[in-house]
Each structure stands twice: as C-alpha cells, then as structure tokens.
C-alpha cells in the first residue's frame, strides 16, 4: 500500500500577481485614464462597489476596442480579458498584454476551451472580464447573451460585478478615421450573488437575463 502524503491543492489567490499590479498601475495613470478622462471626458459611477480583492467576475455590454482597457481602468483593478492567441506572439505586445490580465483563447475554437481559459484566471486571483454578447454590437446594447458569465459565476462562486459602457458604439463612426472624441460614462453597479453550484439551465438563463437587465438600466440613466 502507498504512504505517499497526498499533495495539498494550490490556494487560490486573492489579488493579481505584483508584476501585473505595477504595470496596470503604470499603465492606467500613465496613458489610459489620461485617454478616458481627458479626450473622451469619461466619467466613473459606483467605484465604491468594486470589491478591491477575492475572485470577481465583471460583465459588461461591448461597443468599441476601447473597452477592454477603459473597464480595468473604471474599477481601479486590472481586469483580465481573452484575447486572440496570435497577439501573445508578437514582440513585446504579447508579454504585456499577458501582464496586463489578458488570456489566449485560439480563434474559433470551442466555448469549452474558452471557459476553462476564463476558470484559470479566477483561480490566478484575477478580476476576470466578460462580455455578455461575445462581440461588439453596433448600438452598445446587449442582445444575443451568452451564458457563460453565469455558468463560470457558478462554477468559482465568484460575485459578479455588472458594468455598463455608454457612448462607446459612438466613438467610430462609418467612414471615420480616428476615434472621436465623444463622452463616456461608466457606471458599475452592485455586485449580484452568482447563481448556485450545479444551477440549472434556466438558473444560468434567469441570471444572464439579470445581468443584461441591470447593464440596461445603467445605460438607460444616459450620461
């Protein structure tokens, strides 16, 4: 009979690693928030219901390439976003955005592959972001939503913060060259209790449908 002594599982983390706390740092003060604040006169609502530490899952609407970047900047915490596998190869570009939270997903691969990318993170102790739609649409609003904000809400029983975007679907217009330079406002909301362990399927669909409907009326307070 074996006396191996059983490995201990890994503990979870409760924050981001230091090396990608001093980057989002740097980065955020140094060249995003300037962006938002300044050139898209961007203004923060509900700062004070971002939970600073412990796994959290951020869902949001989806209009602009901008997001990403401006929702880790709005909640004061790096927020881990996939990302197309081929940008991790590029020079410089890869380790950074690697740094900075985001997660290689391959393009067109399965949903499956994607969760279980999204469920590392959250072990890894990083605010994980995800947008309700998968895509960006055209008016900013949410209308095809996926469940896998829910079911990776059921999975980890992280909270779940609801954050919307308004203005971003504006920010390009056809035709339009460069980013205008249109307002924003990010407004976050209160964290929600993610859906049991084991939830069923209408369980994943209710709360995927609240999700969409607090986003909704964030956006529906305009700026």
Known sequence: MSTATPTAPTPQRDREPA???????????LIVY??????????????????????LLVVS?????FDPPFVATAVSRPVAFMAKEELFKIPLLGPAIRHYGAYPVKRGSADRAALRAALT??????????FLDGTRTADGRIHSPKVGAALIASKTQAPVLPVSIWGADK??????????????????GKPMAPPPPKASR????????????????QMDLGR
Request: hydrophobic residues 40%; proline residues 7%.
């Open 202 to 217: 209408q369980e994943l669909d209710d709360f995927t449908q609240l999700c969409v409907d607090r986003i909704h009326g």
């Open 34 to 55: 300037p962006l938002f604040k300044f050139y898209f006169r961007g203004r923060v609502e509900g700062l004070e219901n971002v939970p600073m530490a412990g796994k």
């Open 171 to 188: 920010i390009f217009q056809p035709g339009s060259k460069w980013p205008r330079p249109v307002p924003l406002t990010v407004r976050i």
């Open 61 to 65: 609407n989806h209009a602009s390439d």
């Open 121 to 130: 993170v959250v072990d890894e102790g990083w605010a994980t972001g995800l």
């Open 19 to 29: 090396i990608s706390l001093l980057l989002y740092y740097l980065l955020r003060n």
